[in-house]
């Protein structure tokens, strides 16, 4: 089956820099790549996803890009704010294999005032 | 802005003993599913289900777990007998199509059995 695997584990920046955290996957059929935030206490929030057939898709201060022959994707967070702060989680989808998602195993980032 | 709703937010039971997790998905979503988290580990699928039916189950889901949809709101996850090592967070989960569509989580539910 799918395999995620997401680096780093934790990431601590300055208030103000960038932030990038990134997955691979192991099952080229894959296709749907969400990213989730989570905050303590709370579920998992989604905040950026993309498709097979696109290789960046932007939103604000957050992007995420798809490498598809590397079998990698990334986050990116630019201008990080404190509120930024929370553990982040990749996951990939594989319809031939129903619609499950399969996560990484979390990002814990701290920004920095 | 809607959301899933999951209830309680911690259940505390003895080995041994059923617990029913309580789920209300996004009214218009049409798909459900239950995910859990032990701690420090990767969220894993448990469950999908559509049409008043389960479309796919991991092997996490034995016959331990059931899930239903008792009425029009309410999706639930059923664990019998409950062992140790059910313990972590449970997160239910809906999207309104699938496969590969937008999937929205509740805040989840902490089971810890003692």
């Known amino acids: 089956g799918e395999n995620v695997e997401q680096h780093p584990s934790t990431l601590s920046v300055q208030e103000g820099d960038s932030a990038v955290i990134k997955c691979t996957y192991s099952?080229?059929?894959?296709?749907?790549f969400p990213w989730y935030k989570q905050e303590l206490g709370k579920g998992p929030q989604l905040i950026i996803d993309?498709?097979?057939?696109?290789g960046e898709k932007k939103d604000q201060r957050i992007a995420v890009t798809l490498n598809k022959t590397a079998k990698h994707f990334s986050l990116h967070i630019t201008e990080t704010q404190p509120e930024d702060s929370a553990v982040y989680f990749c996951a990939a989808s594989d319809p031939n294999t129903g619609n499950q998602f399969y996560f990484g195993t979390g990002t814990s980032l701290t920004v920095i005032p | 802005e809607p959301e899933v709703t999951q209830t309680p937010s911690h259940q505390v039971t003895q080995m041994g003993q059923e617990v029913i997790l309580r789920c209300v998905p996004i009214?218009?979503?049409?798909?459900f599913y239950w995910y859990r988290q032990i701690l420090g580990q990767k969220v894993e699928f448990l469950v999908s289900f559509y049409n008043n039916e389960i479309s796919e189950k991991s092997e996490i889901f034995d016959d331990q777990f059931s899930v239903e949809r008792p009425d029009g709101s309410n999706f639930t996850l059923k664990i019998r007998s409950t062992k140790l090592e059910d313990s972590a967070m449970y997160f239910c989960a809906s999207s309104v199509w699938d496969p590969g569509t937008e999937a929205f989580f509740g805040q989840g539910t902490r089971l810890t059995v003692v």
């Open positions: 009214s218009n979503h049409l798909y």
């Open positions: 993309i498709r097979s057939n696109v």
């Open positions: 099952d080229s059929a894959s296709n749907y």
